[in-house]
């Protein structure tokens, strides 16, 4: 976030210093914004940083919601009709089936004694459309738990009377493995039946995990040359492992 | 900086005709006004991300002088369940049961500060966080673990400059990194005999393979309802379900 900070305190410096030059020469240059509209252009660039904030805090607490299996606040954190699509269990649709996927698949709620679960969130790019309605986010979950485990999100997010809320969690996985390390083991991906309950919808794409690769298409542009993500036939491979892969 | 750009470009602005009705130009200054407001609130954010992010760094290597000068001289320090420390210098003495004061070759002590949710009040004058912590500790052919937990702090702004006032962390585990968490759990530290904290822990939970939550500092992100949950079952402490 701090390189967000520094631009937007940079382009807040150049707005604020930039106003009174165009305000003085004001009366013999109509074309130049109004002091008034220049104010509001700078709220709404504020209004975008704290946007991307507020949707990096919720997936933060996503992930410390999924550490301790606090799955009812969990699923309030999507909005009514929110889909979510993890590994390779296929689509739920509406925040309610997010709750029974999780209390299905993993229990009540909280963490039970002798279990950790801990799904770290980091390295979130967020962007906010131009709307301010709409969000989007790349990022990763570090899983430590009995094993390890890389899943990669690249999830929707949308503003509803004024709050941010997780609209679409597509978290594909990189690489589950056993404790003893990606160099050894590797955990197949999940399937639709892996285990209960029954997805809404088939997987949106059918992937394979470590030690083969996919690549979930990006969201933005190259953030140098501008080049939108281009969806190409060597974005995923198949790999066999050497060692015999290890059950979940 | 900014704020004395914007004050003198607010004075220029006001000082101007600029062929708008005084009415037009008290709501343009009122607007300025909360929008120095709210970026006054992201640069403090941005403070308090970099003063955590500094204690996770000189603590990696038992910089304990820069360690304790982060926080308040009434700031409190509590790790696991080793009790609260209260005090610049009791900070700083606390610190030698992690080791002794400055890098040793042969010893990893990374604590990653990572993946905060910062709130600043809304007079700009105090904040609270949740963080991550990774912990890697190692001593070469003699020990490995990994550790992880969970910060709840508090950080107050004293002559303009942000400070640690309550640092927490809430051990969740240590694990022989060997081993692994299915086969290894390493208890958390309990309080020093040697030099005793200044009160004993605010929380009685154990470590990995025991499970407790640590509270959240702020209400649920959507509903906007405090984050409230039964703390889990313990059979060891006898913390049973309501």
Known sequence: MSTRFVNMLVAAVTLATGIAGPALAQGSDSSAPSLAARVAALETRITRLEDANQIERVQRTYGYFVDKGLWTPLSELFSDDATLEIGGRGVFVGRKRVLEYMQTAFGTDGVKEGRIQNHMQFQQITDIAPDGLHGQARSRAFVMAGGWGLPLYENDYVKENGVWKISKLKGPFTMYTAWEGWHKSATPNTRPDSFMPPPDLPPSVVYLTYPSYYIIPFHYAHPVTGAPWKVGAGDAGAQPFAPPAVPR | ?242
């Open chain 2, 1 to 242: 900086m900014s704020r004395k750009l914007v004050m003198l470009t607010l004075l220029a602005a006001l000082a101007l005709p600029l062929g708008a009705s005084a009415q037009g130009l008290s709501d343009v200054e009122a607007k300025v006004g909360e929008l120095r407001k709210r970026v006054a609130l992201l640069k403090d954010q941005e403070a308090i991300e970099n003063l955590q992010a500094a204690y996770g760094f000189y603590f990696d290597k038992m910089l304990w002088g820069e360690v304790s000068d982060l926080f308040t001289a009434r700031g409190s320090f509590e790790y696991g369940q080793r009790g609260v420390y209260i005090g610049k210098e009791r900070i700083r003495k606390a610190l030698l049961l992690f080791g002794a004061e400055g890098p040793e070759a042969g010893k990893l002590n990374n604590h990653m500060q990572l993946q905060p949710v910062i709130h600043v009040a809304e007079d700009g004058r105090s904040a609270k966080a949740r963080w991550r912590g990774m912990v890697q500790l190692a001593r070469p052919h003699a020990s490995g673990q990994w550790g992880e937990g969970v910060y709840e702090n508090e950080y107050v702004k004293e002559g303009g400059v942000w400070k640690i006032a309550r640092l927490h962390f809430y051990v969740t585990a240590f694990v022989d990194y060997d081993l692994g968490f299915t086969k290894s759990a390493n208890p958390a530290e309990g309080p020093s005999a040697l030099f005793p904290p200044d009160q004993p822990p605010t929380e009685i939970y154990r470590s990995f393979p025991g499970v407790y939550i640590p509270p959240f500092h702020y209400p649920h992100p959507v509903t906007g309802k405090p984050i409230t949950f039964p703390q889990p079952a313990d059979t060891v402490l006898g913390r049973k379900l309501p």
